[in-house]
C-alpha cells in the first residue's frame, strides 16, 4: 500500500488553505503540526476551526494576532527559521519553501537574495504557513503527491511596488512550468505561498500520477474569500492503494581500506547530511589480499547522484565508487506523537521513534515506554 495525497485548489491555493485541508485528512497529525507551527511564534499558537464555504464544511488554519512584529527581511526570516525548537526535517522544509519565496522575490525585482525583503507576505501568518507545511511533509514522508492545475486568476492587485498584474510577478515566477487554468473567476487566486508550496511539491517531493487505490480520507481547506459560485477551498484527497508501490533511488556504493574508524564516522555524519541522501550503511568486510575493509552503501533520491558522489570523494579516500539507478518497495507511514505507523497490506505496525525514546535512562524504562507507545 502506498500512501498518496491529490490535491484540488478549487479555490485556489494559499499555505493556510493548504494546512487546514491536510489537517482535515490527517486529523492524527493535528496536535504536532500546530505544536511545530507554534514553535515559530512567539505569542498564541495557530488553530483549526470548522467553517462553511458555499454550503461545504471546511477547516480553516488560523494565526492569531501577535504581540511583537514580524521580521521582514529574507535572512532575519530565514535566522528565525533557523533557531526555533524545530526537528531538522521540519526545520529544512521550512527554510528550503522560504528561500523558494526569497528566490523568486529576487528573480523579479533583480536583487541579490541577501537583499531581499517581504511586505505582503511580511507577517506572522507566512512563517507559521511555511512550518505547518513542513511538518506535514515531513510526516508523510515518502508519500506521493498529485496536484489538479492551479486557477491563475485576473485583474490587478496594490503592492509595495505599485499596481501589479494577476498573479503577483513572484507567484507567477513559482508557477513556471506547473499546469494552470483559468476558470473564468478573477483575483489573486493562488498566494506567494501557495505557490511556493506547489513550486516545492512539483520540485521536491515525488509527484506522481493520481494512481488507483482506496480513497481513505478527504479534507477541505477553506480560504478567507468567499467567491461568487464557487467554494473557496482546497480538496485534499488521500488514496491508498492496494498494493505496495516503489520509486526510483539512485545507490552509490564503495570500500574503504585506509581510514580511521574515527574518520569513518565523521564521513558518514557528513555524508548523511548531505542533501538528497535517503540513507547510509556501512558494513564489515573481506577485500582483496584478505584485508578487512568497509563498505558504504548510499541511497540517493534521483537527481543528486552526481551532487552526492562529489561529497564522497571529499569525506572519504575511495578512487571510485559504483553507481547505479533501482527501484525500492515503500509502505505509506504517518508520523505520531513518539512512534511512526507503517500502513501494511493486511494490518498497520506502530514503531517507537529511537530518539524519543533517548531520555530515558535504563533500557528497561525504555522498552517499557516503547511497548507504551506502540500499544
Known sequence: MMGHVHLTPLGGLAGD???AALLDAFPDLVEGVIAAAAAVLPGAPPCLTPCTKAGLV????????????????YPAMDALLARA??????ATHARALLRLLAGAEARVHGLPLADVHFHEIADWDTLADLTAAAALFTALDGWGWSMAPL???SGTINTAHGRLPMP???????LLGLDVHDDGTPGERVTPTGAAIARYIHDRLPLRPRPMGRLQATGYGAGTRDLPGLANVVVAQVIAAPVQTGDCVTLLEWEIDDMTGEEIARACDWLRGTPGVIDLATMHMAGKKGRQVTGFRLMVRPGFGDAVAIAVFDQTTT??????????MILPRTILPG?????????????AEADDLAPHT???ARRAKAREVEG
Do not use: N, Y
Request: charged share 20%.
Open 339 to 351: 512512534a511512526k505507523r507503517a500502513i501494511r497490506p493486511h494490518a498497520s505496525t506502530t514503531k
Open 17 to 19: 488553505m493548504f494546512a
Open 319 to 328: 578512487l571510485g565508487l559504483r553507481l547505479r539507478s533501482d527501484q525500492r
Open 168 to 174: 503577483a510577478p513572484a507567484t507567477a515566477h513559482l
Open 85 to 90: 525548537p524545530l526537528s531538522d526535517a521540519i
Open 151 to 153: 486557477p491563475l486568476g
Open 58 to 73: 471546511a477547516r480553516h488554519f488560523t494565526v492569531p494576532e501577535q504581540c511583537t512584529v514580524t521580521p521582514i527581511h
Open 362 to 364: 535504563t533500557l528497561a
